[in-house]
Every structure is written in structure tokens, then in C-alpha cells.
């Protein structure tokens, strides 16, 4: 089915629900228990500072939660009331955070399995079972799969990545193939690309120019089917599929990386095809998050202040925690990227994952905070309660007496 069909024979369906049940107090309270800290808010209120002893923390000024994870979260803990003896499944982590996560086990909503080829497996999500899409969303196959299973769907997708696939939706009505800028595995970038015809995933500025270099000059063509293999339409042909483009993004990605990917495209097919023909050839607009933005930003403004140690808290599957943790390496400070308080102790140790793809890959560090007064920067990932923030924080006091 289309795409854009599909979305809106869903929105006309009275089992789909992209809106509050209308619990909000109920659930209220429970939020604010789980997942706020009055530490966080007292920095909040001291302009981001606070020092206690040999050590001054730093909070980057926009951090944590974003809009549309807050959502998320209420309306998974509002479908568990609103369906207090149903079955209820998701069909992926709402959110990149472990605790929230493990919360909504705790709550009896099933996550669907994954198989040991990577496919998810749907066998157990009977018709009219209660299913909510997390904030990254769900594929067009995953949705069309439900609507025909007659579930209950709760669509907890942010807006911005809605924005997205409309944006990827004009470029299919276009007849243009969407370079997207993402990582091919990430639900996200899974779930947008199949809102395309023709689509092809790159990952950073380097392999951009690798394609930009194909449009404009050609190349070896298994040799580019090789290297995207994983990251492109079926049947994709670089040499047909590539003379007209649409930029598109992941949400979470760099903001100025994006940006450089854009130009590199708008500037590659002006340069092949002239400012006339510019338009019938390509395609862009702003896709990126508001949210990923402010933090970014945030983090830039705290690494020009000097700062011995950098802590990220996020999800180690984070892609915008991940970029934050960039931020701070390339800043040349010691940075270290835990997804929990856990990941500090015993005594002066940390475990933290280095900027590397590989996600089981976790180094030890002892000792990680230098001996003497410290100053420390801390922000986190858009999926990262302030409570986790709170309890990093107080460990790192801890650990200095």
C-alpha cells in the first residue's frame, strides 16, 4: 500500500489513537516520581552550576527529555490504564534509554522478539491486540501488517519524524530518490526509508562525497553496490537512480554535518546539471530536529568552558547522545559516554563506551576523575530521565567525599 494511503486510512480507523487518552493526571504523578530530580532542578535554578567540596558541576544548559520522548512515555503509561487486563505490545524500545524500557516491562507491555536473523517477529500479536509505535516510529510494512490484524494502534511517533516521512513522501510524488542522512540499522532510518521509493542511506560527510563524486564523474558500479549494499532500495541503479535527489535525515544526527551533506548534494547537481535544471534534479529541506538542535548547541556553548572531565549520559544505541559525545572529543576534553549511575563504582572506576560502532564494546577506566579540585560538564541524550542525570551526579560528589 502507499504510503501516505495507509497513513491516512489509519488516522481514519477508530483503533488508532495518536492522541492523550485523556489520563494525563493520572499518570502525572507517576512520571514526575520515576523520572524528575529536584538536584537537577536546583541546578536548573543556579544557572546550571552547583559545587559541593573539590568538584563544580557544569549542566549543559538544554539536556534530557525532549517534547516529544515526554510524550511518548505518557502515552504508553496512559495505555496501560486506559487498557488495564489487555495485552499490550511495542514494537520497539519507546525510547533509547534502559530504565524507561524496564519500566514498561515492569508494566506488562511486551516488546515483540527479534529473531536470530534480525527480523522481528509478529507470530504473537493476535487480531485486536493493543500495539503502540514508539517515538522513532514504525516501518510502512510493521503498520500495514497491524491495520490488517484490525490492532489497536497507539502511535506515540514524534512529530518531527512524521515531518520526515513527508518530506521523503514529496519526494517519492516527485519521482526523486531520497538520500538520507542516517544510520541504516536505527529504527528511525528503517522506518523513513520505507516511506521511500528509492532511497539511499549515508552515513557521514565521507561517504556523501563518495556518491557526490559517482554523480559527478562516475565509477566502479559494483563497487558502490557493494559499499551501500546495506543501506539502499531494492534494485537501487547509481547510474539511473541518482539524477534526481531529495535530502532527507535521521532527527538525531549532527545538525552541521546534515547541513554539509545538503550543500554538498545542492552544489554537485548544480554543478552537473546548471542553475536551470537545478530544481527538476534536486530537492532539500530542514528536517532537523528542534530538540537535537538545542542540545547540540548546548553542548558547543560547555565544551568553550574549561572543564577537566565530560560526562554523557544516554542510551549506548543513543545515535543523539552518541553526536554529543563527539562534540566533547573533538573538543579534546576526557569524555566518558555512560548510560546509568551504574556504569560509576566501585571507588574512582568508570565504565564507559568509547566513541566506537561497535555497541558491546565497554572500556574500563580507574581512575577516570583527576586528583585535586574538578571541574565536570554533564549533559545527557533526549532519552535520558533527570533522575539518571541526578544519580551520576551525586556518585561523581560521592566518589570526591
Not at 145 to 169: A, F, M, Q, Y
Not at 226 to 236: I, L, M, N, P, T
Not at 354 to 381: A, K, M, N, Q, R
Amino acid at each position: 500500500m502507499n504510503p501516505r494511503v495507509l497513513r491516512q486510512s489509519l488516522r481514519d480507523s477508530d483503533r488508532y489513537f495518536r492522541k492523550s487518552f485523556g489520563r494525563e493526571a493520572e499518570v502525572e504523578p507517576i512520571l514526575q516520581k520515576e523520572y524528575q530530580s529536584s538536584l537537577v532542578q536546583r541546578l536548573r535554578n543556579e544557572h546550571y552550576t552547583l559545587t559541593q567540596g573539590e568538584v563544580t558541576i557544569r549542566l549543559a544548559e538544554a539536556f534530557g527529555f525532549c517534547w516529544g520522548v515526554e510524550r511518548a512515555i505518557a502515552m504508553a503509561y496512559e495505555t496501560r490504564r486506559q487498557f488495564p487486563d489487555g495485552r499490550i505490545w511495542i514494537t520497539n524500545e519507546i525510547i533509547h534509554n534502559p530504565s524507561v524500557n524496564e519500566n514498561l516491562r515492569q508494566m506488562q507491555i511486551e516488546f515483540i522478539p527479534v529473531t536470530a536473523d534480525g527480523r522481528k517477529d509478529f507470530s504473537g500479536v493476535d487480531r485486536g491486540s493493543v500495539v503502540i509505535l514508539p517515538a522513532f516510529g514504525a516501518s510502512v510494512q510493521e503498520m500495514e501488517l497491524l491495520h490488517e490484524r484490525e490492532c489497536v494502534i497507539v502511535d506515540t511517533t514524534c512529530p518531527w519524524v512524521s515531518k520526515v516521512w513527508n518530506r521523503v513522501g514529496k519526494h517519492r510524488k516527485g519521482g526523486y530518490t531520497s538520500i538520507i542522512h542516517g544510520k541504516y540499522k536505527h529504527e528511525e532510518t528503517i522506518a523513513t526509508s520505507s516511506h521511500a521509493e528509492r532511497y539511499l542511506v549515508v552515513l557521514n560527510l565521507e561517504e556523501a562525497r563518495y556518491v557526490a563524486n559517482y554523480i559527478l564523474h562516475g565509477g566502479d558500479r559494483q563497487e558502490f553496490l557493494g559499499k551501500f549494499r546495506h543501506a539502499c532500495s531494492a534494485g537501487f541503479d547509481p547510474d539511473r537512480d541518482l539524477e534526481r535527489v531529495g535530502i532527507a535525515n535521521q532527527t538525531t544526527m549532527l545538525k552541521g554535518e546534515t547541513e554539509a551533506i545538503g550543500k554538498l548534494f545542492e552544489h554537485t547537481m548544480l554543478k552537473k546539471y546548471g542553475p536551470v535544471n537545478l530544481h527538476e534534479h534536486f530537492l532539500s529541506f530542514n528536517t532537523i530536529c528542534d530538540a537535537t538542535q538545542e542540545r547540540q548547541d548546548a553542548m558547543f556553548d560547555l565544551v568553550k568552558q574549561p572543564l577537566d572531565v565530560m560526562v554523557v549520559i544516554g542510551g549506548f544505541n543513543s545515535s543523539n547522545t552518541t553526536h554529543l559525545q563527539e562534540i566533547a572529543i573533538e573538543h579534546g576534553i576526557p569524555s566518558y559516554h555512560i548510560d546509568s549511575a551504574d556504569r560509576i563504582g566501585p571507588g574512582n572506576r568508570v565504565q564507559h563506551k568509547p566513541l566506537s560502532p561497535d555497541l558491546h564494546y565497554l572500556e574500563t577506566v580507574e581512575p577516570w576523575l583527576p586528583d585535586g579540585p574538578i571541574t565536570v560538564g554533564v549533559t545527557s541524550g533526549a532519552s535520558t530521565p533527570d533522575k539518571v542525570v541526578a544519580d551520576v551526579i551525586e556518585k561523581i560528589f560521592a566518589i570526591k567525599g
